[in-house]
Nanobody
C-alpha cells in the first residue's frame, strides 16, 4: 500500500504564498508521476500541476506563472509552491501519485486533502 501525507495548507490573504508538501511511503518501487489536484465547493476536481520522474511539468492555465511544482525523488516527496494567491484558488488540494509497488503492481494514490483558503 501507499500512504500519502500532505501538509502546508492554511489561510492566507490574497497575494500571499503557501507551500504544500506531500510525502509518499510504503512498499514503493518507483514513482512515475506526482501531482496536485484541487476541488472547490460545488465544482469538479481539477488538475493543478503534475511532474514526471524526468521533471517534465504541466500546469493548469489558471496557475501558470504563479505556482511551481517540484519533487524530491530521494524522499518521494512533491511540493507545490503557490505565489500570488487569489480567492479563486480557495479549494481542498489533493496530492496524487502514480507508481509501481515492489511486487510490480502499479498504483494510483490520493492524499487526504489539505484546505487552502485565500481571503480577499
Amino acid at each position: 500500500q501507499v500512504q500519502l501525507v500532505e501538509s502546508g495548507g492554511g489561510l492566507v490573504q490574497a497575494g500571499g504564498s503557501l507551500r504544500l508538501s506531500c510525502a509518499a511511503s510504503g512498499t514503493i518501487l518507483s514513482i512515475n508521476v506526482m501531482g496536485w489536484y484541487r476541488q472547490a465547493p460545488g465544482k469538479q476536481r481539477e488538475l493543478v500541476a503534475r511532474i514526471t520522474t524526468g521533471a517534465s511539468t504541466n500546469y493548469a492555465d489558471s496557475v501558470k506563472g504563479r505556482f511551481t511544482i517540484s519533487r524530491d525523488n530521494a524522499k518521494n516527496t512533491v511540493y507545490l509552491q503557490m505565489n500570488s494567491l487569489k480567492p479563486e484558488d480557495t479549494a481542498v488540494y489533493y496530492c496524487n501519485v502514480e507508481g509501481t509497488f515492489i511486487y510490480s503492481t502499479s498504483f494510483v494514490g490520493w492524499g487526504q486533502g489539505t484546505q487552502v483558503t485565500v481571503s480577499s
